[in-house]
Each structure stands twice: as structure tokens, then as C-alpha cells.
């Protein structure tokens, strides 16, 4: 570098895991905020206890209610930011979700974990411990919005080993 140059300063770069849920987005984040060293957060830890209790009745949430939500990550992004971008798991069902979600300090790239849904009621079946029932796998669906090509991201499917998922992801993110 010239003296006098100044280094370039590279923004952050949020990784934001998105899908229905049960599709393997947090096992990908896991695996992902090892290999990156990046701060990981999973969204679920956001909701507010209300949120939590309607879906654990088998209500879906309504946009009011995920407002809050999807607020409270966007500002964790932000707070991290700094450390050069974190990788945060988020069903993002929506456009208007990731539109807001994408207000966040740097850059934010989205990665689509699609699978099966046969696949994802059944592993949803068998989860213990999550308060996410498997009868809203078709109100997700029906929820969901595909990325957009004018969207900042790429799909991602699982339908071969967590190995070969983080693989593609990091194939993915290596062009950021």
C-alpha cells in the first residue's frame, strides 16, 4: 500500500439463514459461525414470549406481531456490525420481512435453505423441545415468498448431508 493510502474498509456482511422452518437453517448457521468465526443468533431467541405461546398453539403469527421481531434482529445485526457481520437464522417468510431485515448496517445476503416438505414435517414431528408445531408447515408455505432475482441472495438445498449443505454455503459466501 502507498503511504498515505488509506486501507480499505470493507462492510459487514450479514449471512441470513431463511426458510420454513425445519429446513436445517440453524444446523447450517451452527456449522457456518464455526467456519466464519462470525457472532451467530438465532432468531427464534428474539420472539417475545406471546409470540412464542400463539405459535405453540398452532396460530400463525400475523405481520403486527412479527414487526417487533424482525426489529429486534435487524438492531442485533446492527450491533454487530462492526465485528464484520454475523450470521443470523430467520424464517424471512416474506419480501416486505427481508426488506425490513435488510435495513441493517452493511450488507445483507440471504441464503434460502429450501427442503422437502415431507422431509421437514417428519423431522418436525420428531423435534423435541421447539414450540414450533408441525401442523403450521402449511401455513409457512403458504406464507413464503421466494427470493426475488433483484434480492441479494441464493437458494440453497438440503437434500444431502449437513457436510454437503455447509459445502454449498461456503462455495456461496467465498464470492462476498
Not at 55 to 75: K, N, V
Not at 140 to 157: K, N, S
Request: with cysteine; proline share 5%; glycine share 6%.
Amino acid at each position: 500500500m502507498a503511504s498515505g493510502t488509506p486501507a480499505a474498509v470493507q462492510e459487514p456482511v450479514h449471512l441470513v439463514l431463511m426458510g420454513i422452518s425445519g429446513s436445517g437453517k440453524t444446523t447450517l448457521a451452527e456449522r457456518l459461525a464455526k467456519e466464519l468465526d462470525r457472532a451467530y443468533a438465532e432468531a427464534d431467541e428474539f420472539h417475545s414470549p406471546a409470540n412464542i405461546e400463539r405459535m405453540r398453539s398452532g396460530t400463525p403469527l400475523t405481520d403486527a406481531d412479527r414487526a417487533p421481531w424482525l426489529e429486534s434482529i435487524r438492531d442485533w445485526m446492527d450491533s454487530a456490525a462492526n465485528a464484520g457481520g454475523t450470521i443470523v437464522t430467520c424464517s424471512a417468510l416474506k419480501r416486505s420481512y427481508r426488506d425490513l431485515l435488510r435495513q441493517a448496517s452493511g450488507r445483507v445476503f440471504f441464503l434460502h435453505v429450501i427442503c422437502d416438505p415431507a422431509v421437514i414435517t417428519d423431522r418436525m414431528e420428531h423435534r423435541l423441545g421447539h414450540f414450533m408445531p408441525a401442523s403450521l408447515v402449511p401455513s409457512q408455505l403458504a406464507t413464503l415468498e421466494e427470493l426475488g432475482t433483484d434480492e441479494d441472495g441464493a437458494v440453497l438445498v438440503n437434500s444431502g448431508s449437513v457436510d454437503e449443505l455447509v459445502e454449498q454455503a461456503l462455495t456461496i459466501v467465498a464470492d462476498l
